[in-house]
């Protein structure tokens, strides 16, 4: 009998493959190539650039956002890895002479009421004041102090949690629109539990939504959570790209190999069960063998490549459903502008019935984004439900958004340059029953060791949700790697076939 031989070599480099460039797939090839010098990464991205949905053009002077423009301050991984990156120093918030936001109602924009807690109104004087909700609605906001909170553990949609505690009026026209500007989504469809559970949490806590509200405030200030006088949102003072430039050049410094223009077909293990490797199987038939993979490609894609391997995980993932839109941005001389932009931007209500989903005045909240005596505009076109405008070209796109502009702000100029960019199933619904799909979800992976998924199909929708996904992804696919170094003897071929 021939004598047994190890496995593989043990001083050989562990290999794992990112499947996705986005800003959770880079994410993670970052914490791979500081959690241990000894793990190969290969990047691989099946379009011919990396960013995913952050794309930051600059032309003629201005800063034009494809994707998003900012991400929220107080989750920690957006501020940690700008300051890992040498990045925190060109961090902006927005113009704090600005700080003011409007609600598009009828053909009017009325200011959206001081004193917001996230989704929620919690200061009396500034609901008072506002039209946007009748006396009536402000009296039924007022019964969520003396309505009892809901027993149960049940999950709950949000629109349906909003109205039960605070009125229709309130939800229709405060709550819809922000939690829109989230996620783009229908609140009678979404999960409270996978997108505000702490709404919940503070009701069966304190007895109401607006205390819970505000108990969950007065902790996180005397917690000293978020630093004093940090920005609510933050961002580059050269657009999110530097973000994006930043991360690469890293990468490519640490040795990921990274390939453009390799949609991945499969990915698969060599054998079924054991300390198998796993093979991901390229479009143009190449293959890449991996101790462990992170899958940081969106849900639906990331369900064509798991098929062959895990039927039960490729359903779940498949079945998180994801709303299309389209983001236009338009520049204009100031002087051919009536409206005086003093504010960020408004958002529309889904009872409006309106294409559009929101305008942000970029130039108005951000610095340095556009020439001096310029403006820079975005309007958001497509939400959940509402998609049927996005199926026009790109001039319909620019059209809608000229409308739109015309109706609000009574602008008839020509813009100086338009730009389209388009999210075919870009935004994840976190609809009912989404916990239970995570749920589902994990206990697949249990059977996968070395298998991670990232992205903002699961736990997050913002920049920081992204980053932290792929690094915990890159956590999980780490410690397989390295316990794949380990020798492990095995027999002779044939002696337990």
Known sequence: MAPLNPCRNVDARSQVVVVGGGIAGLAAAHRLTRLSPRVSVTLVEGSERLGGKIVTERVDGFVIEGGPDSFLSAKPRGVGLCRE???EETL???????RRAFVLRGSRLHDLPEGLTGLVPTRLGPMLRSPLVSPLGKARMALDYALPPRRGDDDEALGAFVRRRLGREVYDRLVEPLMAGIY????ERLSLAATFPQLRRGEREHGGLIRGVLAA?????TAGSAPPGRPGFLTPRGGLGELVDGLVARLRTGGVRILLGAPVASVGLTRPGGNDRFTVELADGRALAADAVVVAAPAFAAAGMLAALDAPLAAELAAIPHASSAIVSLAFPREDIPHPLDGYGYVIPRVEGRPALACTWTSSKWGHRAPEGQVLMRVFLGRFGRE??????DDDLVTLARDELRNVLGIEAAPLLCRVHRWRYGMPQYVLGHPARLAAIERRLKALPGLALAGNAYRGVGIPDCIASGEAAAEVAHAAARRSEEPVVTAPAGLLS
């Open 85 to 87: 990156l040498g990045l």
């Open 92 to 98: 902006q918030g927005t113009t704090p002479r600005r």
């Open 184 to 187: 783009a989504g229908d609140g």
């Open 217 to 221: 405030k007065r902790a996180a200030t």
């Open 388 to 393: 049927e405008a996005l199926g026009g070209t």
